[in-house]
């Protein structure tokens, strides 16, 4: 799943960090898919961890800092997402590529879902009480 225009929301910050989330991901896929063994894909899933968990602490401090009235919902989305990598992560403890594959593309297309539903709105506010910041300044 490599970077393109139509995952960009606007806000300058997150889509920064989806662009950083596209390319551990990517890696993470390619990883799997080659079967890269467990030793070295170990790294690149706690490389992945980290990104995504980084990623929504970024989010969520954004939506806390600016009143974001949607923040348990889209708070919620992003734990379903770290579920899944969770089971993600089990099943490739055991040895299972194909099962930890099958995951992963899900949590592909839950995050192009994810960016649809809940970023873009997100960004859109973060745009709009900027613009309302600057305006009681001037
Ligand atoms: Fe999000
Ligand atoms: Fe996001």
């Known amino acids: 799943m490599p970077w393109s225009e139509v995952y960009r929301t606007g806000c300058e910050i997150i889509d920064n960090d989806h662009m950083r989330l596209v390319d551990v991901y990517d890696h993470l896929l390619i990883s799997l898919?080659?079967?890269?063994?467990?030793?070295?894909?170990?790294n690149i899933i706690t490389e992945f961890i980290r990104v995504v968990s980084e990623?929504?602490?970024?989010?969520?401090?954004?939506?806390?800092?600016?009143?974001?009235n949607s923040i348990d919902a889209h708070i919620a989305d992003h734990e379903r997402v770290m579920?899944?990598?969770?089971?993600?992560?089990?099943k490739f403890q055991k040895g299972n590529?194909?099962?930890?594959?099958?995951?992963?593309?899900?949590?592909?297309?839950?995050?192009?879902?994810?960016?649809?539903?809940?970023?873009r709105p997100l960004a859109v506010f973060v745009n709009e009480t900027q613009k309302i910041l600057i305006a009681s300044c001037t």
């Open 33 to 42: 898919e080659n079967r890269l063994p467990l030793h070295k894909l170990d």
């Open 55 to 68: 990623h929504s602490t970024l989010e969520h401090r954004i939506m806390s800092e600016i009143g974001y």
């Open 83 to 90: 579920e899944a990598i969770s089971s993600m992560i089990s």
């Open 97 to 119: 590529y194909t099962g930890a594959l099958e995951i992963a593309l899900l949590a592909g297309k839950w995050e192009a879902t994810h960016v649809e539903r809940y970023d």
